[in-house]
């Protein structure tokens, strides 16, 4: 069993420790956290949770540990992963959610402290590798990928459905929407930011932004490159987010064959990653869902034949990261001493 240290206890951080520990039969385990606050702090905002509510673990703290249903995690706090004891502590793999040290540049810090890989929980710059569960994780290869991406929350909402819409009816090109809750990287109030719209209050605003999850999906899926592009639309909504995808296909169809293929994947080969729903709900409705990718099938369009709109909701952070969890037991079953 691998040991995994926390690098960033924020919404990712916190999820993430949240999925691991209702888990059973996990390949890794959980011994440390890095973060600004202190373990009190941490354990108190682990335990209350304005999203999900209160976790129902057994959560307790003192100076130097927080302790989860009896498993005692070690906390630090230093800004530099440079000075993080990772090698007194016999750190196997660093999960970054700092959304910081995004860069190899960055996450090769946790390296020099002595842990021998990191998974990215962001977009990577310069990484080894690129990963959505689901759609090209059997690529992951112990002995080439020590710095790797879990890439974003909508890569993983998008990925599987432009998976399904190549293999069936081959995509030429492509534009996403994503309309997506506010994040941390948002003002709560007017303040400045290097993004001019991202400084404006994101509860009281419709923010267009940038996101490069569109792009991103040519990591995963080559034969995307190129093909595929997209903005955001930040929302005054806390969580769950909902993407838009428009293509032109080689094969021409109708919308019964367009959802007959995403159902079927959704109850075979993208099982647990991708879901089908004919259902007439909102985003309150999928907070909390494990998938990466809800279908939503009422909104399905084809025009012409040749254009294909599907529509998918996502949990921005729980779904996501219940794939950062997946990715790291990905990491751990391929563990070589």
Known sequence: MIRVAINGFGRIGRNFLRCWATRTNSN???VAINDTSDPRT????LRYDSMLGKFGADISADDNTITVNGKTIKCTSDRNPLNLPWGAWDIDLIIESTGVFTSREGASKHLEAGAKKVLITAPGKNDDGTFV????HDDYDHSKHTIISNASCTTNCLAPIAKVLHESFGIIKGTMTTTHSYTGDQRLLDASHRDLRRARAAALNIVPTTTGAAKAVALVLPDLKGKLNGIALRVPTPNVSIVDLVVQVEKSTIVEQVNEALKAASEGPLKGILAYSDLELVSCDYRGTDESSIVDANLTMVMGGDMV???????NEWGYSQRVVDLAEVVAQR???
């Not at 941490?42 to 905002?45: I, S």
């Not at 569960?133 to 090209?136: D, I, L, P, Q, T």
């Not at 709109?309 to 949990?315: L, Q, T």
């Open 42 to 45: 941490n354990a108190h905002l």
């Open 28 to 30: 890794f385990e959980v």
């Open 309 to 315: 709109k599907v529509v998918a909701w996502y949990d």
């Open 335 to 337: 563990w070589v001493a």
């Open 133 to 136: 569960v689901g759609v090209n």
